[in-house]
């Protein structure tokens, strides 16, 4: 639920990766990949294991919030976390660890392409809503160096400014020096931006440590609380009207 949507709001600030963007079909795509490799499983069989090391190692992790961050550390995650799908999926009992070490980096290229990506399908109108309606728009998120070159790809990249990356800024969500760092380049005060994402700890509880109001996007069945469905839950808000008649 969007809550004081009639606050004096001048920008929305937005995570990336399930909140603006996703990679469809990323079972299918793993499954085809390891087929190639000979190492078979079915579709249903991956996106299990994989959910599970994502809401182990991503979603539930344990942070203290001050981890530097980069591009090495960035691929360091996800290839222990493609590590630990393969063992759960009895990746060790029939490959060297030489190639499951190949894999996982393989797998991480592949997942960092813009080729995989695509918007959600309330994302193109709601931003340009935004725009139509005088916000400026904004991206903090954690990923890889590529985002830049898959909003590019996209064609959406024009919307946002600043665009904060963390293995480029060496911060990391939920630290939330990242979202002063998004201010102070945004020229913005907190109380001027709403910041939208899918994560409770990261895109939550850390804008609230310096002052930003955030709003969950729910995305899938495993987000839980309150929330909205769609970025169009935004702009259709009672009370969220033009800046310019702030």
Known sequence: MLQNPSLDYQAVFFDAGDTLLTVPGARETMQRYLGEHAFHRTAEQIGERFDTAFRLLYYNKPVLGNELCSPESDRA???????????????????EEEMIHRWCHELYDLFVSPEQYVLFDDVRDTLEELKL????????????????????????????????????????????????????QSGLLARQVLYVGDHDQNDIWAPNQVGIQAVKIKRYAYHSGDGIHSLRDLWQAPGFTSTSEK
């Not at 995650?77 to 490959?95: D, T």
């Open 77 to 95: 995650f996800w290839i222990q976390l493609y590590r630990h799908m393969l063992a759960e999926l009895g990746a060790p009992e029939q490959v």
């Open 133 to 184: 309606r005088g916000y400026r728009m904004a991206i903090v998120s954690n990923f890889a160096p590529t985002l830049r070159s898959i909003l590019h790809y996209m064609r959406i990249d024009h919307y946002f400014d600043p665009i904060i990356v963390s293995t480029e800024v060496g911060l990391e969500k939920p630290n939330p020096a990242i979202f002063q760092l998004a201010l102070e």
